[in-house]
């Protein structure tokens, strides 16, 4: 594929992290050393086979002004929201919920052992539509296209590739892309991903490399400008998030699991969920 590639201007590794009724993660985003990038807001990586990790879930708890991805890589979880939606993500499907005006929710595993493993993604909404109806999204693996190339597969949530698979997560504001990559050792991804869109890559195992820097398992890299993404798989393959979307350059006022534009829409926020307009 032709082009420019891009550079990785900035790798971190994601940092400890406990939410929701003690579930234990990895932050990758939204740490001290890397707190946003415009249009993402937090990513955390959840991986554990000891149920005392996850067992506890994320009971029921509030949004607005965001939007969340959760991809399964295993395990099985379900969502559950004030507004009527249910339903229960497996490995290689995925939960697009839309927070936007208000939204009250829980995730709760539904396996007592085994492995959960996955990815949670917040992605910010411009002021325009942080208080529209809130909605929700639910694909299965079955639904998730895929893009087979040599040694990979590309497995697209949201966005169009190169060779013109689409993900079923459409018409959004940031106009994302979204895809798991599945890489066999020395396999090597391509795709054109113009440079005005933010684009991360987080390794979830194995491990990559990108314009010469080693990307290992927790690893986050951000790309820098260029045209065409070039992500090449370590000895061992690699299984990865590869994300990216235009940003939105607005102000960001962030108190707790409200997100929105300024600290007064904040506080009027917890006010309305105390009050029950959720």
């Known amino acids: 594929m032709a082009g420019f590639y891009r ?3 900035k790798v971190t590794r994601g940092m400890a992290a406990s939410d929701g ?5 990895t932050r990758l985003l939204g740490t001290p050393e890397l707190r946003v990038l415009d249009p993402f807001l937090m990513l955390d990586k959840f991986h554990s086979d000891n149920p005392d990790d996850y067992i506890a879930g994320f009971p029921e708890h509030p949004h607005r002004g965001f939007e969340t ?3 399964m890589v295993a395990g099985r979880m379900q969502h559950r929201d004030n507004k009527g939606h249910e339903g229960v993500i497996e490995p290689g499907g995925v939960q697009w919920m839309t927070a936007a005006g208000g939204i009250i929710h829980s995730e709760m595993p539904q396996q007592e052992d085994g ?3 996955g990815f949670q993604l917040w992605i910010n909404l ?3 539509e942080k208080m529209k109806p809130a909605g929700y999204q639910e694909y299965s693996a079955a639904q998730v296209a895929e893009d087979k190339r040599e040694g990979v597969t590309a497995r ?3 966005g169009r590739t190169s060779t013109g698979v689409e993900g079923p997560v459409r018409n959004v504001t940031t106009q994302p892309f979204y895809a798991e990559l599945v890489m066999e050792p020395g396999a090597v991804f391509e795709e054109a991903i113009p440079a005005e869109k933010t684009t991360i890559v987080a390794i979830h195992t194995g491990s990559v490399n990108v314009s010469g820097i080693a990307l290992a398992e927790a690893h986050l890299g951000v790309f820098g400008p260029g045209d065409t993404v070039r992500i090449e798989a370590g000895d061992q393959g690699a299984r990865a998030i590869l994300a990216a ?3 939105i350059g607005e102000p960001i ?3 707790g699991p409200f997100v929105m534009n300024t600290e007064g829409e904040v506080r009027q926020a917890m006010l309305d969920y105390q009050m029950g307009r959720f």
């Open 69 to 71: 991805v959760t991809y």
């Open 126 to 128: 411009p002021a325009a």
């Open 21 to 25: 009724a003690g579930v234990k993660m």
């Open 245 to 247: 979307a235009n940003p």
């Open 253 to 255: 006022a962030w108190g």
């Open 115 to 117: 492995l959960m493993s």
């Open 7 to 9: 550079p990785l201007v």
């Open 156 to 158: 697209i949530v949201a």
